[in-house]
């Protein structure tokens, strides 16, 4: 039995303004071709299939195409809600697409929905657990044992009657941990201050695989099986140097279980450059990457740049971000600009303190100069 695991799609995805709806259907073709290439039973798709709860049409449109695509190719798709899809919208129609190998689980109902595969070994079968919190697990099992996030997804997997001399699978969307050990993240995740949406991976010991959603790297958590598949696009430059991936699942007999990386190209790449605009905009430098990536560009020059954007447009015509890293951003003096003796100090001396503040570098020879001229002309006009 094979599955392909992806999660946090986010269909519909706008990075810096850019949108990112031709890189994902670019990519999800790529998902379709590797599910077809290694013949996989279905598709799990571990939650955030969208990127907000009410979906661009555009948005829609392209998830309708990739899960009909896989439909037609008699691909089964089992997929779950996130926090940042709607589970009502994901809910519709699902009944009457569960008949076509298209289940998605979009709000929990007391018990997780189970799809059933069969292969020569027997039963393999696939848990739905859509984005689950205390408050959507409390009209089912009670305050008393809904109290974290924890309790509620435990509740909700002893609610499911597990045979575990069974093969079983998870598909869900969480931020695990395993005894307090925190997973990887990045900045496009969002996880609650102080970790109290945290689910220890004890929770999930029924299951031979847990298809988790939620980070958007690849990793495992605690236990090899219970996995991170990571997003199939970068989507904040702190996920630059991820390498994207789908992970393919086989489950030989119970206990056999083998997990296999698959490299995902993207239409264009994402990554940062550092240095002088001069250089950073120089042939050399140009021809070291595909110009066509998504460019964070941090520039290093102590002078003012003119036009840094469409100089580096030019050459770059995906620049996403500027940065300056200089003397005048570097962390300096917590001093404000008026310290110590202020009635004593003259106004250049004020002034200078005021620029070196704000730019962490002082005044040259000959700016101190002009300053004190046109402070001491200012007095004698009793402007000051």
Known sequence: MKFLHTADLHIGKRVNEFSMLEDQ????????????????????????????????????????????????????????????????????????????????????????????????YGEVYVYLLPFIKPAAAEPFFGAEKTGSYFDAVSAAVGASGIDTSKRNVLVAHQFVTSSGEEPLRCDSETVSVGGVDNVDVSAFSPFDYAALGHLHGAQSIGRGTVRYSGSPLKYSFSEAHQEKSVTVVELGEKGKITLTSVPLVPLHGMREIKGPIGELTSPAVVSQGDCRDYVRAVLTDEDEVTDAVGKLRAVYPNIMRIDFENRRTAGGDSQTCASGDVKNKTPAELFGEFYKSFNNVGLSQWEEEKIKETAEKAVKEEIL
């Open 25 to 120: 259907r670019y990519i999800l073709g790529r998902i379709f071709n590797i599910a077809c290439d290694v013949k996989a039973d279905a598709v799990l798709a571990a939650g955030d299939l969208y990127d907000r709860s009410v979906p661009l049409g555009e948005a829609v449109s392209l998830l309708d195409d990739f899960i009909t695509a896989l439909s037609e190719k008699g691909i089964a798709v089992c997929a779950v809600s996130g926090n940042h899809d709607s589970p009502e919208r994901l809910d519709f129609g699902s009944r009457i697409m569960g008949a076509r190998g298209v289940h998605i689980a979009g709000t929990f109902k007391g018990r997780m929905e189970k799809v059933t595969f069969t292969d020569s």
